[in-house]
């Protein structure tokens, strides 16, 4: 199985990439300060102090893209516009391609899911993120009939559920896969290229959600054969605003305008009965309306450039060793349950959730937060039918905070992740193992209460 290049003989990179906020400090419930522990980068990654400083580089030169006639104008267009082939190159695009730049992953499934030929059967697996989950169902693609596939426990098995219910699919239908490459709730990869193969074996096409496969490892369109990929710039440490949809043109050129309104139009002309005639323009630009992200889109090829040159295999290699690390010290805690759709031996990226024994998930993560200057997530992480898959729990509020909501033999009701990249300093991983280790053993030190749903420290006492 294979979802991305094999990366295991790179030389691992040593010391992190220099990233934003590395020296913030903050408060401690129990008195002083730490540097802060961001390992929450599934979520939103900081920023590359690269992609900052390219921006900064810039944002003097800043001006109105596609419009204007002044050099600054001009300047910003030729940078909006050399964008495209950056991150073209970034994911090893086919050159025929288009690059389409979005706010995000949600809004590039979005985008495809409006432009879905009449009819379409989708295919899209229930463990997906609900970016991935979600658009297809009678919003953006409008008349698309979704099948929705169970949650495979091996990844041959996904291959297998998907070649089975595409056997059983209209052959002559337009048809699309969505599949993630990386889970955000188990990091585990999915076998990418064998999905694309076992879709295109059945003349089906295939869109890759990338949200959390692009900021941890290099993903080749041409060599992976997928028809369109989607990724956000805040995951890969370019934290802007702007994301990308990147694949096939011809469903994008033949579909409306995601937006109507300027810079999607080529020509307007009032008609003689008093409507308006519209030209839509056939390239990216039909679907961008509206005055572009041109930082946002700017910050995104500053990352691209920045994971490149500091050799991506290199940050894979030392990223693998830290999940290694964090996974090997979880391993020792009895109360921890590591969650895993795949097995044990999975390849995975730098995202890893679990749950503790005794613990309410919201509780842990308050005081991982609270007392040690950790920040994590806790809950279903946008993934609600595959974290309940993993959990083996049912749909219900997940309880008081302070009162454990997974007893010893009981199941919990959400879970605590923890995810990690590029800027992660060993420290970071080192103290949160500590920290797991410490409170499992020795309990909280501080007492905790539920203010909207959440666990926060009791400061009223
Ligand atoms: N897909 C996956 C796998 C994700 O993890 C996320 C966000 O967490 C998304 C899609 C949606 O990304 P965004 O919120 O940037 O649109």
Redesign the pocket.
């Known amino acids: 199985m294979s979802a991305c290049p094999n990366t295991a003989t790179a030389t691992a990179v040593h010391t992190p990439l220099p990233v934003l906020g590395r020296d913030v400090t903050v408060p401690l419930v129990t008195g002083g300060e730490v540097t802060y522990a961001a390992l929450d980068y ?2 939103s990654a900081p920023a590359l102090q690269r992609v900052w400083d390219d921006v900064a580089a810039y944002a003097p030169y800043y001006g109105s893209v596609h419009r204007g006639a002044g050099y600054l104008s001009q300047l910003s267009t030729d940078l909006f516009e050399n964008s495209r082939t950056t991150v073209a190159e970034f994911l090893d695009c086919r050159d025929d391609d288009q690059v389409v730049f979005t706010r ?4 590039s ?1 979005n985008l495809l899911a409006s432009v879905l030929p009449s009819g379409c059967q989708v295919f899209v697996f229930e463990t ?2 609900h ?2 989950l979600l658009p297809w169902a009678g919003t953006g693609g409008r008349d698309a009939r979704v099948t929705y596939l169970s949650a495979p426990r091996t990844p041959q098995e996904a291959v297998t559920i998907l070649e089975r219910a595409l056997a059983d699919r209209d052959p002559y239908g337009p048809a699309l896969v969505c599949v ?1 490459g ?3 709730v188990t990091g585990e990869l999915w076998p990418v290229k064998e999905l694309a193969a076992a879709a295109h074996a059945h003349g089906a096409r295939i869109v890759l ?1 990338a ?2 496969l692009a900021p941890h490892h290099p993903v080749s369109v041409r060599e992976l054969d997928v028809d369109w990929v989607a990724f ?1 710039g ?2 890969l440490y370019a934290p802007f605003g702007s ?1 990308v949809l990147a694949g096939r043109a011809d469903w994008l050129r033949s579909a409306d305008p995601y937006l109507a309104g300027g810079g999607a139009s080529r020509t307007v002309a009032r008609r003689p009965d008093g409507g308006v005639e519209v030209e839509w323009h056939t390239t990216a630009a039909r679907h961008e309306a509206g005055s572009p992200n041109v930082i946002g889109v700017y910050s995104i090829a500053a990352a691209c450039k920045a994971l490149t040159e500091a050799g991506f295999d290199s940050l894979v290699a030392r990223e693998q060793s830290l999940v290694a690390a964090v996974r090997a010290g979880l391993a020792e805690v009895p109360q921890v349950r590591v969650l895993s759709l795949f097995g044990d031996d999975a390849p995975r990226v730098g995202v890893i959730s679990f749950v503790v024994e005794g613990w309410n998930s919201s509780h842990f993560a308050a005081a991982l937060s609270a007392e040690y200057g950790i920040g994590v997530r806790d809950g279903l ?2 993934a609600h039918p595959l974290v309940r898959t993993l959990l083996g729990s049912d749909p219900q509020d997940p309880g008081e905070c302070g009162a454990p909501d997974a007893a010893p033999g009981e199941k919990s009701l959400n879970a605590i992740r923890v995810s990690f990249g590029a800027g992660t300093p060993d420290e970071h991983i080192e103290r949160f193992l500590n920290a797991v280790r410490e409170l499992v053993t020795q309990g909280a030190r501080w007492t905790y209460r539920t203010e909207d749903g959440r666990c926060v420290p009791d400061t009223t006492g």
């Open positions: 599934a979520a995000s992953t949600t809004d499934l997906e993120h970016a991935s993630t990386a889970s955000n959600d949200a959390q956000s805040h995951k994301g992480f946008c």
